[in-house]
């Protein structure tokens, strides 16, 4: 059984293999040149949902770390193939964190720290008849968050030829569904000091009901506002902040994990201007699938967030909280 399970995992992932060879990213790109072969492979039905801690999410990060390798992100000594193995206690198994870095140019600035996460896992297979939409039970997750993965990569692709002055680290969390475990062990088992840690760019999705702007959780919480607003205005994109303060929206990303420590940290989302029934039909929902999405606003999402991300680890200041 345990070799069928592994032949099984190698067919997959050589059936990937060529989604890892993302060309490198032009740092004179257009949104023609954003790729998304990261979202397609992310939100394919293969992947059946990639649940922690099953068959499918082991692939979801072989992938990556092929990904990750062919950007060429450093690794770091306790992370030496990009991956954090992340348990409860000493033995439950819930996955992996993929963790790479990129080194800072200014000599004084290389030694801080952003930090790009974004969540990698999502819900599995829908198990309620009642859920289940024309014979389709995956929750495929393309919003939630195949489409923040990619904006990660993205941004590593665009960094690995043109670095900025701070150094930068990404990460794909596993076990963000099931309470933000991946971020949560990652801030407990970090790969440098943690005074080093300056700022956490978050990327994360419920969905989208707004292709003008993007939403941003966390406004007013750190000192990055205005590189926001002036980054997003010259992109004609505009900044939504914190919809629906009454669901407390900022607390339910792995931002969260960031932000118990004191470190400051935004969550990064598709335009949305409140959680209306456009956002209902899709959030943890089996049509939130590739075939739903505007990818001419996605491009444009994610290409905001190259930009945005850029200017943050290019600033002079280290990024404060209020909190
Ligand atoms: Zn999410």
Redesign the pocket.
Known sequence: MERLKTVHLLYIVCAFLPFSCLPKHDSNESLEKINLLPLYVLSSDKLEGRKSGSLQMEIAALYLQGVYSHIGLDTFKKAPNYFQDVFIGDSTSLGKNIVGFIRGTDSYLKDEYIVVSA?YDHLGVCKDENSISGGDSIYNGAR??AV?VNALIEIARHFAIKPPKRSVIFVCFTA??IGYLGSDYFLSHLPVNYSQIAFDFNI???GYNNTSAITVLGMGKTTVDSILYNKCDELKLRVIANPNSELNLYER?DNVSFMKKGIPSITYCMGFDSIDSNIKKYYHSVHDNLSSLDLNYVRKYINSSVFVAERIANVEARPASFY
């Open positions: 969540h939630d968050n923040g963000e569904e994360d999705n419920v990303s």
